[in-house]
C-alpha cells in the first residue's frame, strides 16, 4: 500500500477503501484508474480519480483476486502448518496506521514517519521532476475542478506521464526538512553513543 502511495498521490483512507467496482481499464495505456465516488473524497464535493502509473498498477496486480470488493485486504498467516488453509478469510484494512506500519517503520529506521508523510514525498517528486503544478494539483486533489469520466484520454495521458517520472526515486534533492533533521541526529547519535559506551568501560 505504500507503494501504491508513493507512486499515486493517495490520502491513505482512499487507498484502504479502493474497491474493484471503481477500476476502469484504460487499454491504451495498459493501466486502469479508479473512480472515487464522492463519499470516500475528503469534504466530499468532488468525484475524484486515482491515475495509475506502472509501479502503481503492479501493486493492483499483485492483489487481484484476493478479495470481491476491496483492493487492499490482509489476513493472519498460518506460521505453523502451513500447508493447511488459512485461519481467516482476507479483510479489509482499516487504517494504515496500525501495528503492521509501526513495526515496518521502526524496523526500516523511519522514526515518526506518518503514513501521510507518503503523500508529501509524491508531491516533492513530482515538483523534482519538473511536472507543472496544475499537473501536480491534478494528481494530489488540490484542484477545484471534477476529475471525472468527463477527463478525456489525453488527460489521462498526461496524468499518467507525469507519475511515470517518479516510478524510480533518485533521491536527489527530495529530502524532506523532517528527513534531514532525522539524518543529523542520528549521525550525532552515532558519533555520541561510542564515546559513552567507551568511557563506560574505563570507568
Known amino acids: 500500500m505504500s507503494l501504491f502511495i508513493l507512486n499515486s498521490g493517495v490520502r491513505d483512507d482512499v487507498a484502504c477503501s479502493l474497491r474493484w467496482d471503481w477500476e476502469i481499464k484504460v487499454p491504451e495505456l495498459g493501466i486502469s484508474v479508479f473512480e472515487v ?4 473524497v475528503k469534504g466530499r464535493k468532488l468525484v475524484r480519480v486515482v491515475i495509475c502509473n506502472s509501479v ?3 501493486v493492483v496486480e499483485s492483489v487481484r483476486g484476493q478479495h ?3 483492493v487492499f485486504v490482509y489476513r493472519r498467516e498460518r506460521v505453523k502448518n502451513t500447508d493447511m488453509p488459512p485461519m481467516m478469510p482476507y479483510r479489509r484494512i482499516q ?3 496500525n501495528t503492521a506500519w509501526q513495526r515496518a517503520r521502526t524496523a ?3 522514526g515518526d514517519l506518518h503514513v501521510h508523510d507518503l503523500r508529501h514525498t509524491v508531491g516533492m517528486r513530482l515538483r523534482e521532476a519538473g511536472v ?6 491534478d494528481i494530489l486533489w488540490h484542484t477545484t475542478t471534477s476529475m471525472t469520466q468527463h477527463y478525456s484520454v489525453a488527460q489521462i495521458v498526461e496524468l499518467h506521464a507525469a507519475l511515470e517520472k517518479i516510478k524510480d526515486d533518485t533521491g ?3 529530502k524532506s526538512l523532517a528527513t534531514l533533521r532525522m539524518e543529523q541526529e542520528d549521525a550525532i547519535r552515532e558519533l555520541t553513543y561510542p564515546k559513552a559506551t567507551q568511557a563506560k568501560k574505563i570507568a
Do not use: K
Open 37 to 40: 465516488p464522492r463519499s470516500n
Open 56 to 58: 502503481s498498477q503492479s
Open 68 to 70: 470481491p470488493e476491496y
Open 95 to 97: 487504517t494504515m496506521n
Open 108 to 110: 526500516a529506521g523511519l
Open 132 to 137: 507543472s503544478e496544475g499537473t501536480r494539483s
Open 172 to 174: 536527489r534533492w527530495n
